[in-house]
T-cell receptor, first 111, second 115 residues
């Protein structure tokens, strides 16, 4: 069964605003990762949070993980037009790199 | 340090032909993964290989699809007798061993169109 479900499916904001994307999953995990994909390109790893962590920061990114609710959120602060992309959460249950991806959130940041 | 290299970037095949997609992992990486992405969807795991070994092929269709990662040379994803439903972007990813960082490094993908 599909592991990650994300919402919203699409998000449109103005430059400078914050963007929040949510991800839910169904089974226990070892870690959860967020990736970014520009149109027609490959995926770029953004951040990884392990099951024993609750929050992690990287630059303008903040990720939270709530294992009791089986959910995660990705916050992008002070968004830029260059942040326009699709964002995917992915879970790894076995720490083998076999990732289960969500459907993704398409973010549009208007200049 | 070159990233994950995939070729061809675009491939057009007619129904019934064979498609071969190649992936050279990042230098020093011995773990390779293949994922498939249908339009407007997330990626779906297909297969996980280490040099000369298939570790997990639970996402591979039972027929027509095969993958290898030989001792020398790139990893190959082979699709025989392609059908229109095989049209998708196929992504390869590599890692040095996920125990170290957990993240995967993805290539730019090979986009297969079946006419």
């Amino acid at each position: 069964s599909q592991q990650g479900e994300e919402d919203p499916q699409a998000l449109s904001i103005q430059e400078g605003e914050n963007a929040t994307m949510n991800c839910s999953y169904k089974t226990s995990i070892n870690n959860l990762q967020w990736y970014r994909q520009n149109s027609g390109r490959g995926l770029v790893h953004l951040i990884l949070i392990r099951s024993n962590e609750r929050e992690k920061h990287s630059g303008r990114l903040r990720v939270t993980l709530d294992t009791s609710k089986k959910s995660s959120s990705l916050l992008i602060t002070a968004s830029r037009a260059a942040d326009t992309a699709s964002y995917f959460c992915a879970t790894d249950a076995s720490n083998t790199g076999k990732l289960i991806f969500g459907q993704g959130t398409t973010l549009q940041v208007k200049p | 340090n070159a990233g994950v290299m995939q070729n061809p970037r675009h491939l057009v095949r007619r129904r019934g032909q064979e498609a071969r997609l190649r992936c050279s992992p990042m230098k020093g990486h011995s773990h390779v993964y293949w994922y498939r992405q249908l339009p407007e969807e997330g990626l779906k795991f297909m297969v996980y290989l280490q040099k000369e070994n298939i570790i997990d092929e639970s996402g591979m269709p039972k027929e027509r699809f095969s993958a290898e990662f030989p001792k020398e040379g790139p990893s190959i994803l082979r699709i025989q007798q392609v059908v229109r439903g095989d049209s998708a972007a196929y992504f390869c990813a590599s890692s040095p061993g996920v125990q170290e960082t957990g993240e995967l490094f993805f290539g730019e993908g090979s986009r297969l169109t079946v006419l």
